[in-house]
């Protein structure tokens, strides 16, 4: 069965720190990958997906980047977070776009 | 205007009352996905669907393409149903665009 993977599951960083976020999947392959945020009180955005190795689509632009070295690995990075960064992180996967995205369990980050 | 709007954003019931959370759209989509988020962050989905009516145990999931707007059904509610339930409809693509959430509380 597939499952996915997200760590850290809580983060507290400065303000101008840099970040990495990492997401995996197992149990499949090629997934279509997906990262959201969530900030307080708010609802879920998407900020990027792949579709495959090195292929990234961003669609809110922002001090955020996202790179999928790996089939089954997403990563997001930031080089200096902002204050508005805060908020929390899901990665999602389907095997196809046509079929239900899984969430992963979330990242929780808090930028001081 | 939001392209997705939910309604209510805040719900409590009793345990065992019927529950309806409503979600309008505003543009053509190929899916609409009705999702749970848990208090402590975690999202499962519960369907996907893109015509007629799809039904989970207590949970029962309704779409009207021409009227561009679905529903989801919760029977004879209980405390653990309390989380939020967010609607998303998929345009183009791969993109899934949000609603705001139903908070939805269910009393014992």
């Known amino acids: 069965s597939q499952t996915i993977h997200q760590w850290p599951a809580t983060l507290v960083q400065p303000v101008g720190s840099p970040l990495s976020l990492e997401c995996t999947v197992e149990?499949?392959?090629?997934?279509?990958l997906y990262w959201y945020r969530q900030a307080a009180g708010r609802g879920l955005q998407l900020l990027f997906y792949s579709v495959g190795i090195g292929q990234i689509s961003s669609e809110v632009p922002q001090n955020l980047s996202a790179s999928r070295p790996q089939d089954r690995q997403f990563i997001l990075s930031s080089k200096k977070l902002l204050l508005s960064d805060s908020g929390f992180y899901l990665c999602?996967?389907?095997?196809?776009?046509?079929?239900?995205?899984?969430f992963g369990p979330g990242t929780r980050l808090l930028v001081l | 205007k939001n392209e997705v709007e939910q309604s209510p954003q805040n719900l409590t019931a009793q345990e065992g009352e019927f529950i309806t959370i409503n979600c309008s759209y505003s543009?053509?989509?190929?899916?609409l996905h009705w999702l749970q988020q848990h208090p402590g962050g975690g999202i499962v989905s519960l369907f996907m669907l893109s015509s007629g009516k799809k039904k989970h145990g207590r949970l029962i999931a309704t779409i009207n393409i021409q009227e561009k707007h679905s529903s989801l059904h919760i029977t004879a509610s209980h405390p653990r149903d309390s989380a939020v339930y967010i609607c998303?409809?998929?345009?183009?693509?791969?993109?899934?665009?949000f609603g705001g959430g139903t908070r939805v509380l269910v009393k014992p």
């Open positions: 149990g499949t392959s090629n997934p279509n």
């Open positions: 998303a409809v998929k345009a183009a693509g791969n993109k899934l665009t």
């Open positions: 999602a996967w389907n095997p196809d776009w046509r079929e239900t995205q899984y």
């Open positions: 543009v053509g989509i190929s899916a």
